[in-house]
């Protein structure tokens, strides 16, 4: 069965250092998200992509935050001038089309920031 | 806001029995609902999702009321695999660009 797949799946930075997060979707998948989870806490929406543009995005998704599809087949999200906050886990889905299908998720890279 | 509430539990449960988690939502105009799990640190992975006639799948049914904004999962025959927590997810929209909204969880425990 096809997966989401994401690297690295532990990311440990420095606090005020930039981090590059990496996903690659199911390949025949359309939408693409980002989420994070905060130890003991919901998973929470960050942002939506579709067609080399955010879709949506959620309050959490500050200038702090971006996505990029950068060669068709990777999705990254970056934070610039990370934060002890945003240490978490960032799981990134994918949905095969406009439609209300279930999203599919990766395992998740756990972001460390010290 | 939009919000999607759960009972946390733990519900602790003997192997074998009958448990019912349920949730409610905020937002009356959500369109599609889904119950994940996930494991302890592990990313959450689709059950089931939830249609307005109700939905059964192997030992698995839920159940929704759009008059009440209620959701419900059933485990019948609880095995100990089953252990983890059940997330209760909202779609507000018929299309792809809107975020899943997620309910804390409610977390199960299955006792041999």
């Known amino acids: 069965e096809p997966e989401v797949t994401q690297t690295p799946s532990h990311q440990v930075t420095q606090m005020g250092q930039e981090v590059i997060l990496r996903c690659v979707p199911i390949s025949n998948h359309l939408y693409f998200y980002w989420y994070r989870q905060i130890l003991g806490q919901k998973v929470e929406f960050l942002v939506s992509?579709?067609?080399?543009?955010?879709?949506?995005k959620s309050e959490i998704f500050d200038d702090q935050f971006s996505v990029e599809r950068p060669d068709g087949s990777n999705f990254t999200l970056k934070i610039r001038s990370t934060k002890l906050e945003d240490s978490a886990m960032y799981f990134c889905?994918?949905?095969?089309?406009?439609?209300?299908?279930?999203?599919?998720f990766g395992d998740g890279t756990r972001l460390s920031i010290l | 806001r939009k919000e999607v509430e759960q009972d946390p539990g733990p519900f602790n449960v003997p192997e074998g029995a009958t448990v019912a988690f349920n949730c409610t939502y905020s937002n009356s105009a959500s369109q599609s609902f889904f119950w994940y799990r996930q494991d302890c640190r592990k990313e959450p992975k689709l059950l089931m999702s939830?249609?307005?006639s109700g939905n059964e799948d192997g030992r698995f049914t839920a159940q929704l009321n759009r008059a009440s904004q209620y959701i419900s999962l059933l485990i019948r025959d609880s095995k100990l695999s089953d252990s983890a927590t059940y997330l209760c997810v909202v779609l507000d929209s018929g299309g792809g660009a809107d975020g899943l909204t997620f309910g804390k969880g409610t977390h199960l425990i299955i006792q041999p």
């Open positions: 992509f579709y067609n080399n543009e955010i879709s949506e």
């Open positions: 939830v249609y307005s």
């Open positions: 889905a994918s949905n095969p089309s406009y439609s209300n299908q279930p999203q599919h």
